[in-house]
C-alpha cells in the first residue's frame, strides 16, 4: 500500500492521519491481511482530541470548516461513500428496503409484531454466594464482553430503595446458560447447573459469576434545582446507568445525576476506572498488541449542550454514536417535531446542534383516525431508550457483500410512551430507528410497528386482544405477563469472533443482539434477537425515497 512510503516523506501528523484511514480500512475490510506494521499504527487512536472550544458567533465558519473533514473521516470508516459535502442529499442505502418487508403481521388489536424469541430471566445472585441475594433490581444494563474475556457480559443493575433515600447501583460479570433440552443458538453458551435452573427458571438466562459490587462513582452536587425538583437534589447515587463501547471501543458508562450547571445532567466515566477489573480484558485482544484504548473519560465528565442556554433543568435519554473511532456525537432529542445533536470535542463539550436543517422528521404523531382505533392513546410521546449499535448491512457469512463496500447505518431503540390521565406510563413501545452513518447523518427508517418479544405483553388491552396472533397460546391460558416493559439497552451479543476492541459497537444484519428490559419497575429480563429480525417491517422515513 502507497501509504508505508509516503509515511516517511510527510509530518508525522499527516502519517498519523495517513494510519487512521489505513486501520479504519483494516478495521472494516476483515479480509486484508495484518502485517506487522500495523501495530505500530495504534498510536494515531491514542492522540486525545483537541479541539477550540466552540462558540456560538463563530459556529457557522466552524461549522462549514468542520465538515469536509468530517466526511473524510466518515469516508475513511465506512469505506465506501463519495459524498463529501452535507449538501449531498443522503441516498437510502439500497440494503434498508430488504428489511422493509413484514415477515409477520401486526396483531390487529394491539397493533404490535411478535417474535419467536423469549424474553429470559436474569439473577444477580452468584452459585458461589453463600446466601442468595433476595434484593430486588430492576433498570439492567447489559454490556457483552468481547470474547476473549473470561466471562461474557457486564450486568450493572438499580438495587430498589428500601427505605434509604440514596440510589444504589451494582455491577456483576454474568454469563448466560441453556438448558440440555433446548437447541442454543450459540454453541459457545454454556449448559445451565440444576442450580442454575433452580435460580433461572427453566428456560435458563443470564446469572452473574461474581458477586456483585457497589458501583463507585462519586457524588456529583446540583448547580440549582427549582420548584418540584428540588428534591432531586439531595437523592445521592446516580440512575438510568447505560453501558456502551465508543467508536474506539472503550467501555463507557453513563449515568444521570445531579448536573454542575442545572438540576439533572448525563455523566460520563469509562468503566475501567470504576470496574478495574476488566482492564486486563481491554489490553489484551489476541490480535492487536498495546494496553487498550486510551480513556476519553477517565474521570466522571458532565456532558453539555451548546450554547449552554439550550440546556435544560432536568436531561435524560441522550445517545452516542460514533462514525469513526475519534468522532463521537451526542444526539440529544428526538422525536417527531425536534432532532438535535452535535458533536463531542473532548471534555464533555460539542459543537452546536449539526442536525441538517433539510431533514423532514421522521417519528409521527397519530393521525386523528390512528387514535380512534384504539392502538394509539392521546398524550403519547417518544423517548430515546439506548445506546445506538453500527451496522454494515450485510451478512456476516456473505463474503461478497462483506468485501463489496458495504454500506453502514446506526440504530437505537426509542419508546412510544403512553401516559394515563394522571401522566403515569401505562406502556411504553418498542421502535427501532435506523440513521445514515455518513454526514448529516440523517433518519432513515422506523418500524412500522413496535415490536414483543414471545411472552411479553402490554398493558392496555384484554387477554384475547393481546394473544389474538396465537390462539394456541391464548387457548393455554397465557394472560397479561408484566404491565409495563421498558427497554434500556441494546449490544452486540457475546461469542462473536472480533479481531479488535472497536469492533464490539459494529456488527452485521446476521450478528445477535441482547436487549436487557426492565418490568414493572421491579424486575429486569433480557432478549435475544437477530437485528434483521429487530430492524423487520421498516418504515422508510419521508424525503429519503
Ligand atoms: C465568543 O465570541 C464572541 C464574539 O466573537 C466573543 O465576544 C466572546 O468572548 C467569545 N466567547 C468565548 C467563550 O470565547
Ligand atoms: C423466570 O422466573 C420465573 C420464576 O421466578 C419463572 O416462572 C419463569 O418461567 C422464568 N422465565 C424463564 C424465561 O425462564
Ligand atoms: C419534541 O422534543 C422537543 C425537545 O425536547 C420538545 O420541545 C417538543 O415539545 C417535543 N415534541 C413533541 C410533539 O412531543
Ligand atoms: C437543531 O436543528 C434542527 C434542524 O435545524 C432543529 O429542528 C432543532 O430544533 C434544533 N435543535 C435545537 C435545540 O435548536
Ligand atoms: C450477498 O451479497 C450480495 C451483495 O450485496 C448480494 O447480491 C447477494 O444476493 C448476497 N448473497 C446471499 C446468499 O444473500
Ligand atoms: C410467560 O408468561 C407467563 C404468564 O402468562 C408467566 O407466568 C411466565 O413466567 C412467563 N415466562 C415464560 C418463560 O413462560
Redo the contacts with the bound molecule.
Sequence with gaps: MAWLNLRRLFFPVVALYLCCIALSRTFQKRSIPRRPGFRKSQEPLRIPITHPFLNASNHLDLHREALPHQSKLDEASSDSHTQTSAKVKTVLPT?ILDLTTCPRAANRFTGHIRLPNLLHNISMSPASAIFEDQRTFWNPTIFALPYWAQNQYIIVNMVAPNGEAYRRNVICEANICHPKSLKSTTSKEKYCTDDDLRILGPSGGLRCVTPSMEVNVPPTPAEKCLGMEQILADIPGFHDPKLLYSGRGEPILMVVSQSRYACIGLWAIDLRAVYPAIEETFSSSPRRLGPGPLMSFPTLTELTRNPPSTRRSYEKNWVMFSSSPSTTYIQYDLNSTTRTFAQLIGGGFTTLNMTDPLERPCLAEPTPEELANGHNMAGASWHQATPSLKLIL??RI?Q??VR?N?ETVFFAVIQRKHVNGFGLPVRYERYFVVWSAIVPFNMLAINRHPILFANETNRGWTNEEIWDDLPEDLAAGKGEWGRFTYTTTIAYAWGREESDIREKGVGYVDDEVILSVGIDDNGGLYGKAKVAELLQCLRICPGRM
Excluded: F
Design positions: 440494503a450485510c451478512e456473505n461478497t457483500c463489496g458495504p
